[in-house]
Nanobody, 124 residues
Framework: QVQLVESGGGLVQAGGSLRLSCAAS????????MGWFRQAPGKEREFVAG????????YYADSVKGRFTISRDNAKNTVYLQMNSLKPEDTAVYYC?????????????????WGQGTQVTVSS
């Protein structure tokens, strides 16, 4: 069992930056493939970024590629999402998630644990 707690959300103007953090409990953090997802009002939850167990592989949704960066610090049991050049359409609740599945790229259904989410609002 692992618990995930996101932080770092808030209100920012378009073009600004935010850094989200997700702290995980437990001693096996480096066994988890980690991901960030988001859900805007009235929309389905969507994938944003993912990172493998070592941090050696990262991948992104096309909508955030070149603007967002996912990273992890296994010594601190924490995964980060640096968000630059934010746009109003990035407004959503952002969730981090952990997957125990030994696959290259877990689908949303293969994530086992989810945080409660943190609100990101980008004003125009």
């Amino acid at each position: 069992q692992v618990q995930l707690v996101e932080s770092g959300g808030g209100l920012v103007q378009a073009g600004g930056s935010l850094r989200l953090s997700c702290a995980a409990s437990g001693r096996t953090f480096n066994n988890y493939h980690m991901g960030w997802f988001r859900q805007a009002p009235g929309k389905e939850r969507e994938f944003v970024a993912g990172i493998n167990w070592t941090g050696g592989r990262t991948y992104y949704a096309d909508s955030v590629k070149g603007r967002f960066t996912i990273s992890r610090d296994n010594a601190k049991n924490t995964v980060y999402l640096q968000m630059n050049s934010l746009k109003p359409e990035d407004t959503a609740v952002y969730y981090c998630a952990a997957s125990t599945k030994r696959v290259e790229v877990p689908t949303i259904y293969e994530y086992d644990y989810w945080g409660q989410g943190t609100q990101v609002t980008v004003s125009s």
